[in-house]
């Protein structure tokens, strides 16, 4: 088996004569200064396939694994490894290995460490794509799922006590921000020997540690926030050396290989998380407290303000509350029809974490897969509007939903106008 690791800091430590590298200095220094060739000061694109050995024994040992090296690009690549060690620091990980998105991240390891007769505890509130999984794939292969309501600790509790093998959270989750406490339920896993997952691609790593938080593996869809610009597909696993070999093993047999330009842009993008990030939960603070103020709108979910249900847990575990947020419209999805195609400096898309602001209704974004039934079930209304808060100016980005519910109020008062007409 062929598995790179950088020896160097495996404790997940960074420092520099005694003095601990801060956050901000990691995501631009890590995980670099090894894969660097020719005195450059950037990590190489390296798309070479396969790697050439003139000693037979050095090459079979790489092979096995007993010396670093690289074999084979659905194995391991340079530029990939460099990205790898980037999310590991930045996560305080023994280990990473990545995938070419952040589905496949979590696919490869739920299927990794699952078998039929298994049973997994999780929330009703996870990812569409991710909920699939729980709702379609694994019990079609046998696996027990129970999905309790997000924020009901009690239930989840009784649930995993009951025993379990994976306990799967998702915390803030998409597209709702729902919270749960990581560390009360990462206590109770491990007390009925299950594995705990979390993704933390809505936290991320600047504001959010869950391995610091008793959990055995984080997963981020990379596309996102840690890549922050659009153009790269990526997913990433970190935790305990001896559990991401295994995940890694699973993926380098199945091939959901990260491509090395696609490293490289993830690895480009997350030398500017810290700012980005800052600057995002900044906009979407300032985006929820005023859709608050708006008669039109039915309610907002964003765990930075205080009216969220789990505000405090979120203050307990989390050092920002990030740049998602998501809101109802009375008016359903006829008044997001008339609304979002009027906003100037918005996405219309099903992305999320890009530098630009992007809005998109759940139905065709997080939850696209799922009926309405389905949606409904989970309290995600058919109006419901996901925001990915970008880097603009605040004030710019207020001022654009300003216009844009003066003219939902105006379309809205000329339709009653209408309709009334009609109706005498």
Not at 272 to 280: F, G
Not at 340 to 359: C, D, H, I, M, S
Request: aromatic letters at 8%; glycine letters at 10%.
């Amino acid at each position: 088996m062929v598995f790179v690791w950088n020896r160097n800091n495996c404790s997940g430590g960074f420092s520099v004569e005694n003095h601990q590298v801060q956050f901000g200095t990691k995501a631009v220094w890590a995980g670099e200064k090894d894969v660097l060739v020719h005195g450059a000061s950037q990590v190489p694109v390296i798309v070479s396939v396969a790697y050439t050995y003139e000693d037979m024994d050095h090459w079979y040992d790489v092979a096995r694994g007993k010396k670093p090296g690289h074999i084979y690009g659905r194995n391991t690549n340079p530029t990939v490894q460099a990205f790898e060690e980037k999310v590991r620091e930045l996560e305080g990980a023994e280990a990473a290995t990545s995938f070419s998105t952040g589905m496949a991240a979590i696919s490869n390891t739920l299927y990794t460490f699952l078998r039929p007769g298994d049973r997994v505890v999780t929330i009703k509130d996870t990812y569409g794509g991710t909920n699939k999984i729980f709702t379609e794939f694994l019990p079609e292969m046998g696996v027990e799922v129970v999905l309790c309501n997000t924020g009901n600790h009690e239930e989840m509790i009784a649930e995993v006590k009951k025993g379990c093998k994976i306990l799967y959270l998702e915390s803030p989750t998409n597209p709702t921000v729902k919270i749960t406490d990581i560390e009360r339920m990462a206590k109770t896993g491990k007390e009925a020997g299950a594995l705990v997952v979390v993704d933390n691609t809505f936290a991320t790593p600047v504001n959010q540690n869950p391995l610091q938080l008793g959990a055995d593996l984080v997963i981020h869809s990379a596309t996102k926030f840690l890549g922050g610009h659009a153009d790269a597909l990526g997913g990433v696993v970190c935790g305990a050396k001896e559990l991401v070999e295994k995940i890694y093993h699973y993926r380098e047999i199945n091939g959901a290989t990260l491509d090395p330009w696609a490293a490289y842009l993830l690895l480009r993008g997350m030398k500017t998380l810290k700012l980005r990030v800052k600057q995002q939960e900044k906009n979407a603070e300032a985006i929820a407290r005023w859709l608050l103020k708006q008669e039109l709108v039915e309610e907002v979910f964003y765990p930075g303000l205080e009216t969220h249900v789990n505000h405090e847990i979120a203050k307990k575990q989390m050092r920002g509350f990030g740049g998602m947020l998501s809101f109802s419209l009375k008016g359903g999805m006829d008044a997001v029809r008339i609304l979002l195609p009027k906003l100037k400096y918005a996405n219309r898309a099903a992305n999320l974490g890009a530098v630009e602001t992007t809005y998109g209704p759940a139905r065709t974004t997080s939850h696209v897969e799922c009926t309405p039934e389905e949606r409904k079930a989970v309290g995600i209304a058919e109006g419901l509007v996901r925001i990915s808060a970008g880097i603009e100016d605040t004030e710019d980005l207020i001022a654009d939903l300003e216009q844009a519910f003066a003219h939902l109020k105006e379309q809205l008062e000329v339709s009653a106008a209408e309709s009334g007409k009609a109706g005498s």
